[in-house]
């Protein structure tokens, strides 16, 4: 289906796909802490379920993951704490909330990949980022004053954020890891970021969940696996062959997704200007490009 497109094209499709995935993992994660497993301890079953599910795999293929190196262990360092502030963000703030905050993740993916990488950062990706904080601000109510982080879970949400814009670079000049060898470190890593958390003063007074607990929340496993080991691996697969900011904006159809989700099945608000935020945003993931094709026809109009 796929086979005509380009690498560029099919790497930024991954990407896309990537962040609908992850606009759905809110839904086991509250699921979990609604069935007992609460707070920080949902996000450490949450990344502890995929890494259960990747450990064969793991012991069979140790040597492999071994030859990677230290910057296979910094991706999964990296990704992994990332992913445990964003995914612990979404229980102490709300869905959208949550999401717009870590998703301020291109702007520094973009500065990050200048200075580290000297990858330009060109018009399209100016746009891009005008366009996502547009949405981002109308979405937050830009008339009640600039949306700053306002309780723990913005906080976690913004930091998870400056995480994954050093992922993404890590991840750009990395040539010696596989999808695998990185999905496998960063559940990894992930579980390990996640129980800090749990444990740290940041979490608050949380109590270890009961062994039954854990046993009534294992059907949650199954989404899990679906929505999160495939979603993983897409970014994975993709990000490494484009820009850490486009690989941001591409990935900003979480926002859409989540935002529509959690008006769903969370009664949170998403009345005309979250759409517009929506519409302002879904532009911004698709700036890099329409740009060209428009700029070619409006040169042949003129």
């Known amino acids: 289906m796929f086979s005509g497109l380009s690498l560029t094209a099919r790497a930024s499709l991954a990407c896309a796909y990537s962040g609908v995935a992850w606009g759905l993992f809110w839904i086991p994660l509250r699921g979990m802490d609604r069935a007992g497993v609460t707070d920080a301890w949902a996000t450490v079953l949450f990344y502890g379920v995929p890494l259960l599910i990747f450990m064969p795999w793991i012991l069979l293929n140790w040597r492999r993951i071994a030859r990677c190196g230290w910057s296979l262990h910094f991706?999964?360092?990296?990704?992994?704490?990332?992913?445990?502030?964003?995914?612990?963000?979404?229980l102490y703030t709300e869905v959208v909330r949550g999401l717009v905050l870590y998703y301020t993740t291109p702007v520094w993916s973009l500065l990050l990949a200048r200075l580290l990488l000297g990858e330009a950062i060109t018009v399209p990706r100016v746009?891009?980022?005008?366009?996502?904080?547009?949405g981002m601000l109308v979405m937050f109510g830009v008339d009640l004053g600039f949306p700053w982080p306002k309780n723990i879970g913005d906080w976690m949400a913004l930091i998870g954020a400056a995480g994954w814009a050093v992922a993404a670079v890590l991840l750009r000049k990395d040539d010696g890891s596989r999808s695998m060898e990185i999905c496998s470190v960063y559940f990894f890593y992930g579980v390990v970021a996640a129980l800090i958390l749990a444990?740290?003063?940041?979490?608050?007074?949380?109590?270890?969940?009961?062994?039954?607990?854990?046993?009534?929340?294992?059907?949650?496993?199954?989404?899990?696996?679906?929505i999160v080991i495939p979603g993983a691996y897409a970014a994975f697969w993709g990000a490494p062959h484009l820009n850490p900011g486009v690989v941001g904006l591409l990935m900003m159809t979480e926002i859409s997704v989540g935002g529509i989700t959690a008006a769903i099945w969370a009664n949170e608000?998403?009345?005309?200007?979250?759409l517009v935020g929506?519409?302002?945003?879904?532009?911004?993931?698709?700036?890099?490009?329409?740009?060209a094709p428009m700029r070619k026809a409006l040169l042949r109009n003129n």
């Open 75 to 90: 991706i999964g360092i990296a990704t992994g704490a990332s992913l445990a502030f964003y995914s612990n963000a979404m």
């Open 127 to 134: 746009l891009a980022i005008v366009f996502g904080v547009a």
């Open 199 to 226: 444990l740290s003063p940041m979490a608050g007074e949380i109590e270890m969940p009961e062994w039954q607990a854990i046993v009534d929340v294992l059907p949650w496993a199954i989404p899990i696996a679906i």
């Open 278 to 291: 929506i519409a302002l945003i879904t532009i911004a993931g698709l700036c890099e490009f329409l740009y």
């Open 269 to 274: 608000p998403l009345g005309t200007r979250e």
